[in-house]
């Protein structure tokens, strides 16, 4: 299969992500953490 959009993947701490996702995707991903207990 290809996926055409994702050029690559990777994993991240919190802090890191925050630096690397897009800004209208923040949101979504400090949710996600205090959902998971992390924030």
């Known amino acids: 299969k ?3 959009e994702v050029d ?3 994993w991240f701490t919190l802090p890191e992500a925050e630096v690397k996702i ?3 995707q923040r949101p979504m991903l400090l ?3 205090r ?3 992390a924030g």
Do not use: N, S, T
Request: glycine share 20%; proline share 7%.
């Open 2 to 4: 290809e996926f055409p």
């Open 8 to 10: 690559r993947a990777g």
């Open 22 to 24: 897009l800004k209208g």
């Open 31 to 33: 949710d996600f953490a």
């Open 35 to 37: 959902q998971q207990g």
